[in-house]
């Protein structure tokens, strides 16, 4: 029997948290404009976050376990992260940058989670996608919809992944609504809330990590590092 792509918003980290069919809704478009591979593709990450969330044999610790694994593997943590610090990437050490994409890995699924939260119960349904090609790599957008259950558009998920060699990697989420003060892009929130820190710190990133692992305590997790 199919199930109905849901917005998960207890128990794990994760972005859309799902229920999911095996197809895929889309909206009429032009194939040959569209990345299908990265539609299936944002299908599958569902689809696998429903299978965690539905074993019931699952504990708490195993499904946030899980989801950690299964962000850390689909997203692209380390130029998300770069980006994110914004113009303190210069001036971050190699062995710091590993510390920080490491704490990184579990803050964003704990703000994503949170973020997303409000759509429990929702529907999500894919309708389509665009491709930005550059030389050694493409940005895809694949878009969909935040559906009630009467079917009508709460909010817009607009997933930006990067495409390098076949492989595909989440670089931000971008939620809009009709109530502006709740939409957001993951990376341009976290871009402000990490420079906010370190510009209060002299730029230290001691104080970022310390920042990080304090807020993934607050969200029931424990820090790697």
């Avoid at 990265?38 to 969330?53: G, P």
Wanted: aromatic share 10%; charged share 20%; glycine share 8%.
């Amino acid at each position: 029997m199919s199930k109905s792509l849901k917005i998960w918003a207890t128990g794990g980290l994760f972005f859309l948290l799902a229920f999911a069919t095996p197809g895929l809704a889309m909206a009429p478009a032009d194939a040959a404009d569209r990345d299908l591979a990265a539609e299936t593709w944002v299908q599958d990450i569902a689809n696998n976050a429903a299978e965690i969330m539905s074993d019931p044999g699952t504990t708490s610790d195993q499904i946030v376990s899980e989801f950690e694994d299964l962000i850390i593997n689909n997203a692209a943590l380390g130029s998300f992260g770069r980006s994110a610090l914004g113009a303190y990437s210069r001036t971050i050490s190699e062995a710091d940058f590993d510390i920080y994409v490491a704490l990184l890995g579990q803050y964003a699924t704990s703000v994503v989670q949170g973020r997303f939260s409000e759509y429990s119960g929702q529907t999500i349904l894919v309708t389509g996608s665009s491709v930005d090609a550059r030389e050694n790599f493409a940005y895809v957008n694949v878009n969909s919809d935040v559906l009630s259950a009467e079917g009508d558009v709460q909010a817009t998920v607009r997933w930006l992944l990067i495409r390098r060699n076949d492989q595909y990697r989440v670089y931000d989420i971008t939620v809009e609504t009709t109530d502006e003060s709740a939409s957001f892009s993951l990376l341009q929130t976290q871009r402000e809330e990490f420079n906010s820190v370190l510009s209060g710190n002299a730029g230290n990133f001691d104080a970022l990590f310390d920042y990080l692992r304090q807020r993934i305590r607050e969200a029931g997790g424990t820090p790697v590092n």
